[in-house]
């Protein structure tokens, strides 16, 4: 039986024909779990041939329900993508199975497409391309990328040569990727978001991504810093080393001195910077801020821990 859509959108200038495998999975074929909420880097593009399809129906339907019967082993994509259409397979927020990389950055972190075409390039193949390469486009610009978050099946699994009927013209499909990100095709609205990162340029150690300031701040881990849409620094939780700075330890060894070759015990929890001076790479920590500073130091200090333990 032919599927029908739950929603048809318009996405770059192509037709978009939603059917979550999230949502219709009836023989419970195994679908993957891991979250890609504010963590996604990229689009990979790949190649699949075109196939015999009943009237009424487009081969991306047609790759779509045989993912829903069971038929397509254990790939699993975000769009099918043809000459007339797309059909996407999951949300933008669920990792898929397409990069052969396991639980590398390209299954796990980046939105897959599947371009339906074949190798004789024909105009059939090539509108199919230029829906894939607008599609692309579309994905980007919504999640701020430029052109050099666009991906192949090849870059994250050698052992695939994939796009197979891309690749041998990517610099060309690239180029026209980029036009289209860069021109104004209907532009989905792109969100304020405020990215939590170790640094500003190191996308890989992006925690998530939050359109209110305030909830990227709570969730700030230790070492990272929030950053605006420019790349500013809107908050930082990096450890600073003052005093009554807040440090948080887990296993720690606690030492009686400064140059005490032996730990009095270790201690994990909350604590705080006497003082904030670097004592040969230790510092003395106590329990409760109102202690920082107070003498004497013997009866506020819990006792001296290893700047690396520190986080």
């Not at 939105?111 to 090539?126: L, N, S, V």
Request: glycine share 10%.
């Amino acid at each position: 039986m032919i599927l029908r859509a739950d929603k048809v959108t318009n996405l770059g200038g192509v037709k978009v024909n939603e059917y979550l495998l999230t949502a219709h999975n009836s023989r419970n074929i195994a679908m993957p779990s891991a979250s890609m909420e504010g963590r996604v880097i990229g689009v990979t593009i790949h190649n699949t041939d075109w196939i015999s399809v009943a009237d009424g129906t487009t081969p991306a339907e047609q790759y779509t329900r045989a993912t829903v019967n069971g038929n397509m082993n254990d790939v699993r994509v975000h769009f099918y993508v043809d000459d007339t259409c797309a059909w996407q397979n999951l949300p933008l927020t669920l990792s898929g199975w397409h990069a052969a990389d396991g639980d590398g950055d390209g299954n796990l972190r980046t939105i897959a497409i599947e371009c339906i075409m074949g190798r004789d390039y024909t105009d059939r193949d090539r509108k199919s391309e230029d829906n894939a390469a607008r599609l692309a486009a579309a994905l980007l610009r919504q999640y701020g990328f430029g052109i050099d978050r666009l991906y192949t099946h090849h870059h994250w699994y050698s052992g695939k040569y994939c796009p197979a009927y891309i690749l041998p013209h990517w610099d060309e499909f690239r180029k026209k990727v980029e036009g289209y990100l860069n021109e104004g095709n209907p532009k989905p609205e792109v969100k304020k978001l405020y990215r939590v990162r170790l640094s500003k340029d190191d996308a890989k150690s992006q925690t998530g991504a939050y359109s209110v300031l305030e909830n990227a701040k709570k969730a700030c881990p230790r070492g990272y810093e929030v950053y605006d849409e420019q790349g500013n620094t809107v908050f930082s939780n990096v450890l600073k080393y003052g005093k009554g700075e807040k440090v948080y330890l887990t296993g720690a060894k606690l030492y009686a001195s400064v140059d005490s070759k032996t730990e009095v015990r270790t201690i994990t929890g909350e604590y705080f910077l006497y003082d904030g001076k670097d004592l040969n790479g230790r510092y003395r920590v106590t329990v409760k801020p109102e202690y920082c500073g107070n003498t004497p130091a013997g009866k506020y200090v819990t006792g001296y821990v290893d700047k690396n333990e520190m986080r």
